[in-house]
T-cell receptor, first 117, second 110 residues
Framework: GAVVSQHPSWVICKSGTSVKIECRSL??????MFWYRQFPKQSLMLMAT?????????EQGVEKDKFLINHASLTLSTLTVTSAHPEDSSFYIC?????????????FGPGTRLTVL | SQELEQSPQSLIVQEGKNLTINCTSS?????LYWYKQKYGEGLIFLMM?????EEKSHEKITAKLDEKKQQSSLHITASQPSHAGIYLC??????????FGAGTTVTVRA
């Protein structure tokens, strides 16, 4: 079946540094990918929609200058957390839909745990 | 925005017993997804419902969507330790975006 991978699976960084997270669709092309954030004991919150060939669309309250998204190819989207601070520590998950004749399958990556010291 | 309410927030069930999780939407659902997550890990797709009155089953898990397409339930029969985890319902917004409920944490006691 379809697989979405994320790299790295976890990262620890110092406050003020930038961190890049990759999301790849391994066996299908994804013109759209989604980035979610999950805080401990909470559900996933949609941050932004990554669009191949165009700018990302951010949800209300998400700073686009802080969370830079680049959809470099049909199989890769990257999320860069710029000038990270401890409050950015979270679990980041990407997803990629694969439209089918039955319904729109949505595949999630395994997530990236970011800890900002 | 689409708001989903899940209930209960958490539940503890004895192994072998049944359990039900509910997901209620403030708006008519175009599509309702059920996922399972172990905390700190990715989401595992369980089922997707689209039609009013639809019911799907996989192994010991059954999901239903009501006729009005505003409420869904997930039922697990004869629960096992492998069923422990966080269950999330997600509503299909425009263009494949998903809005998730807060999740239900399931603990299965041997």
């Amino acid at each position: 079946g379809a697989v979405v991978s994320q790299h790295p699976s976890w990262v620890i960084c110092k406050s003020g540094t930038s961190v890049k997270i990759e999301c790849r669709s391994l066996d299908f092309q994804a013109t759209t990918m989604f980035w979610y954030r999950q805080f401990p004991k909470q559900s996933l919150m949609l941050m932004a929609t990554s669009n191949e060939g165009s700018k990302a669309t951010y949800e209300q309250g998400v700073e686009k200058d802080k969370f830079l998204i680049n959809h470099a190819s049909l199989t890769l989207s990257t999320l860069t957390v710029t000038s990270a601070h401890p409050e950015d520590s979270s679990f980041y998950i990407c997803s990629a839909p694969r439209p089918s004749s039955v319904y729109n399958e949505q595949f999630f990556g395994p997530g990236t745990r970011l800890t900002v010291l | 925005s689409q708001e989903l309410e899940q209930s209960p927030q958490s539940l503890i069930v004895q192994e072998g017993k049944n359990l039900t999780i509910n997901c209620t939407s403030s708006k008519t659902l175009y599509g309702l997804y059920w996922y399972k997550q172990k905390y700190g890990e990715g989401l595992i797709f369980l089922m997707m419902l689209q039609k009013g009155g639809e019911e799907k089953s996989h192994e010991k898990i059954t999901a239903k969507l009501d006729e009005k397409k505003q409420q869904s339930s997930l039922h697990i029969t004869a629960s096992q330790p492998s069923h422990a985890g966080i269950y999330l319902c997600g509503a299909d917004l425009d263009d494949y975006k998903l809005s998730f409920g807060a999740g239900t944490t399931v603990t299965v006691r041997a």
